[in-house]
C-alpha cells in the first residue's frame, strides 16, 4: 500500500498564480519530508524540505506546508513561472522505524504553467 | 564541481544479457542509493549502501547486484533475472551528518532491453 500520496497526476495552472501541489501520508512515524523537481530525461533536484517539528518552511518562491494531524503536506510556488514546468516528488522519511532512514517518493504531479 | 555522474545516459541490451550501469560520486557522501522510475510511477528503491563493502536490499532487489568497494562508487547490475529491466535508472548519495539530509541525484541512464 501507498505511504506517500500525490492523488493530482498533472497541474495546470497561469503564469503569475499560485501553484499549490498536495500529497497525502498514512504514516505516523514520518519525521522529515521533502520536495523534488524533475524535468524530463534528467535526475531529481532538491527543492525544499520540512522536519515533523514544524509546519512551514519557506525558501523563495517555495512554501512547504506540513499538517501532522491531517497527515497533509503541501507545496506553494508563487508566483509560478513557466521554468517550473516539471514533475514535483513529495518524499517522506521515518529515521527510526522501518524504512531506516531511507526516502519513500510519491507518484509525482506534473506541473504545467502556462504564459 | 562536485556531483553524480551516471554512465552511460543511454543503454541498449539484448534479452539474457547482464547489464552494469556506473554511478560515481565526489561529494564524499556517505551513503548511496540505486532508485528505478517507471512512467507514472514514483521512485522505487533497489539497493542502498551506507558504507563501505555494505550494502541493503530496498523494495524491489530481485534480479539487481550491487557493489561498494570504494565510497566513491557503487555500480548496479541487471541481470537476466530481472523480468522487467527497461526503465530509467537513478543514482542518488547523501551525507549522514545528521539525518535530516536530501539526496543528490544522478541525471539518470534509460535503459532498453529488447
Known amino acids: 500500500d501507498q505511504q506517500v500520496k500525490q492523488n493530482s497526476p498533472s497541474l495546470s495552472v497561469q503564469e503569475g498564480r499560485i501553484s499549490i501541489l498536495n500529497c497525502d501520508y498514512t504514516?505516523?512515524?514520518?519525521?522529515?519530508f521533502l520536495w523534488y523537481k524533475k524535468y524530463p530525461a534528467e535526475g531529481p533536484t532538491f527543492l525544499i524540505s520540512?522536519?515533523?517539528?514544524?509546519d512551514k518552511n519557506e525558501d523563495g518562491r517555495f512554501t512547504v506546508f506540513l499538517n501532522k494531524s491531517a497527515k497533509h503536506l503541501s507545496l506553494h510556488i508563487v508566483p509560478s513561472q513557466p521554468g517550473d514546468s516539471a514533475v514535483y516528488f513529495c518524499?517522506?522519511?521515518?529515521?527510526?522505524?522501518?524504512?531506516?532512514?531511507?526516502?519513500?517518493f510519491g507518484k509525482g504531479t506534473k506541473l504545467s504553467v502556462k504564459p | 564541481d562536485g556531483g553524480i555522474t551516471q554512465s552511460p545516459k543511454y543503454l541498449f541490451r539484448k534479452e539474457g544479457q547482464n547489464v552494469t550501469l556506473s554511478c560515481e560520486q565526489n561529494?564524499?557522501?556517505?551513503?548511496m542509493y540505486w532508485y528505478r522510475q517507471d512512467p507514472g510511477q514514483g521512485l522505487r528503491l533497489i539497493y542502498y549502501?551506507?558504507?563501505?563493502?555494505?550494502?541493503q536490499k530496498g523494495d524491489i532487489a530481485e534480479g539487481y547486484s550491487v557493489s561498494r568497494e570504494k565510497k566513491e562508487s557503487f555500480p548496479l547490475t541487471v541481470t537476466s533475472a530481472q523480468k522487467n529491466p527497461t526503465a530509467f535508472y537513478l543514482c542518488?548519495?547523501?551525507?549522514?551528518?545528521?539525518?535530516?539530509?536530501?539526496?543528490?541525484f544522478g541525471n539518470g541512464t534509460r535503459l532498453t532491453v529488447t
Open positions: 542518488a548519495s547523501r551525507t549522514f551528518q545528521g539525518w535530516n539530509s536530501p539526496l543528490h
Open positions: 504514516n505516523s512515524m514520518f519525521d522529515y
Open positions: 520540512i522536519s515533523s517539528i514544524k
Open positions: 518524499a517522506a522519511s521515518d529515521h527510526y522505524g522501518g524504512s531506516q532512514g531511507n526516502l519513500i
Open positions: 561529494l564524499n557522501h556517505d551513503a
Open positions: 549502501s551506507q558504507i563501505v563493502n555494505d550494502f
